[in-house]
């Protein structure tokens, strides 16, 4: 089991009329195992956590091509992964990966800044437009629900060399 907090330094936009974002702080709650079956043949691996973000930092596309950078509030993040790994024989191995991630915000969130700098409240923000309005519940972006993969590899002498072969998906 771990707790870890962590932070990004809030920073200056590149367009100068869009105002500073602050700094944006992590706390990740993880509880994972590592496991071994029939001598070591067969891994087992995971973890499944819980990630409170305060303040994030969103990227968005913003005038002139410039990406433009606000705290979007706060945001939760769980998730569980796993790996398992299996030396089918001293030659083939077979393993597999995948994670399932529930990101969302925690709160309402504005993409239009008003006169101060700060977000626009809920209703002036759906009266300006409300497409930059996103409720609390919404997905973060490029965010995933689900990973995964599978890989087989089978190594083999060549020579005097070691060769292998291997797919992946």
Request: net charge negative; charged share 20%.
């Amino acid at each position: 089991a771990t707790w870890s907090r962590g932070f990004r330094p809030g920073g200056v936009n590149r367009r100068g009329t869009f105002p500073p974002y602050d700094p944006d702080f992590l706390n990740n709650f993880e509880i994972g195992w590592k496991t071994s079956w029939m001598g070591d043949s067969i891994r087992f691996n995971g973890a499944a956590f819980v990630e409170d973000w305060k303040d994030f930092q969103f990227s968005f596309l913003g005038q002139n091509g410039l990406t433009n950078i606000t705290n979007a509030g706060d945001a939760r993040i769980e998730g569980i992964e796993m790996t398992l790994e299996w030396a089918v024989t001293s030659s083939l191995r077979i393993s597999a990966a995948a994670s399932f991630l529930d990101a969302q915000l925690a709160e309402n969130f504005c993409k239009q800044l008003g006169p101060d700098g700060d977000q626009l409240s809920e209703g002036a923000c759906i009266a300006d437009n409300p497409d930059n309005f996103a409720p609390e519940g919404t997905e973060l972006p490029v965010v995933p629900n689900f990973k995964g993969n599978v890989t087989a590899r089978y190594v083999f002498p060549m020579g005097e060399w070691q060769a292998h072969v291997q797919g992946a998906l």
